[in-house]
């Protein structure tokens, strides 16, 4: 035998005499069933104490590529080549399962994945129909956008100034005032979310929010460690925000406009109310308002329009009303907090992108994008009421609801308890796709929402008689 242990090596002996046991098996020089050496053949051979190899055999033993038969030897065991391919490949099941983030629900991975199906009704998907995005005036306006080289770079950490100027005049509309400095292009509303969440908060920090609550449906704060508690804006919320908050670092997330899932929307004076205690508190508000520009009548003034002290950092996008595909959003907020965000974000994506954002320049300072709102809402106005009058034909006995201000939800409310997981389950086995509420709220199992953003007028139906009838099936069995 003529290998010999490098004794100027970082490794040690016993691990050098290891991995040399198993490159022979590994070869084929001893097969399953060989009878290896004795310890003290092996320790003359290589020179060294005989405890030295008894504590390397020791290993290989425990790691299932030997076997000791009484009386007889050591011997190559038989799972030898099983083991050493598992040793061979990485355990991406341990890595997975020890990862930082967490995994989807099991219902919300069905929806990721069926909703990309054609044959697929989607009842509550959160997107614009194909039918209802501008295309055409998307690919024209393409060729009256004149582009320079610098335009099309990497974007500066805040992202375009352009855009970030037209912002500005554009939510005044809003009662926001604001400058570039203050404005950071994000990709989409949910990157926002993810980097406050990595950006401003501690470990363990509370995120205080509605019930029923989009946040439920992803994970941007509970996988970096944020606990989620959920409270009733109605009586006591001051005491109540001060009970959970204690000492912990805190924020508040809502959507104040058209509620993502339920639809509801918040007068001014539950905004105010909602302010002064967390101001009093000094919990800041993250106003997600990605919705408000697809109201049918108009609205309350911003949350963010009233903030005097910096206490509410702002989300708007043009996801839910222009393209979600251009994955264009932004953040209003104190310059601290523009500038941390910013840091993180060229961390992460170094930048939106540019091209994206010469889009929706030119859309929003053209006028073209407000005209595209106007038709916009009066097709989801049909939309709703379509629905609507489907479900007082035939849903008035299960369920009930509110007619729909605006947006893409109806927040359907089923007398009994039948929204579970057999029957989205029993849905998708024909061709619809819900959104059922105990993926905003666990314990919901009486909540649909109900998106008429997306089907056509057809399949809605379609959708909907499948639904009934399901329903109905089970309830006389």
Known sequence: ????????????????????????????????????PTQRQLAMDFNVNRSTVQLALDELRADGLLESKMGSGVYVANNSWNVLLDKAQPNWQQHIESSIHLPNYHTIQLINEYEQMDHIIRLGTGELSPDLLPTKQLEASLKAISLDSKAIGYSSPKGSEKLRGILCSYLKKRGIQTVPENILIVSGAL????????????????????????????HPFQSAGMRLISLSREGHLTDNLRKFKRKKQSIFYCVPTLHNPTGYNWSKEEKQRLYDACKELQIPIVEDDVY????????????????????????????????????????????????RLADIKMQTDYGSSAFSQEIVSYWISSGLYEKHLVKLREQLKRRATFVEEILERQFQQLAS?????????????????????????????????????YIYESNDLHHIRLSYAYASLGELKEGLNTLLELISSNSQK
């Open 1 to 36: 035998m003529k290998w010999q242990p490098n004794r100027d090596s970082h490794l040690s002996i016993q691990e050098q005499i290891v991995d040399w046991i198993k490159s022979r098996i590994e070869r084929g020089d001893w097969t399953v069933g060989t009878k290896i």
């Open 292 to 339: 408000h520009e697809l109201l049918f009548d108009s609205s309350s003034p911003a949350i963010k329009s009233f903030d005097t002290s910096g206490q509410v950092l702002y989300i708007g996008s043009v996801s839910k009303t222009l393209s979600p595909g251009l994955r264009i959003g932004w953040v209003v907020a104190p310059s601290p907090v523009i500038q």
């Open 401 to 437: 609801w509110k007619r729909s201000e605006g947006g893409f939800y109806i927040w359907l409310r089923f007398h009994e308890p039948i929204v579970n997981k057999n029957l989205f389950l029993n849905l998708l086995k024909q061709n619809v796709l819900i959104n059922p509420g």
């Open 191 to 218: 990157q926002a979310l993810q980097l406050i969440a990595i950006g401003l908060l501690e470990a363990e920090s509370i995120v205080f929010q509605e019930q029923p609550s989009y946040l439920n449906s992803i």
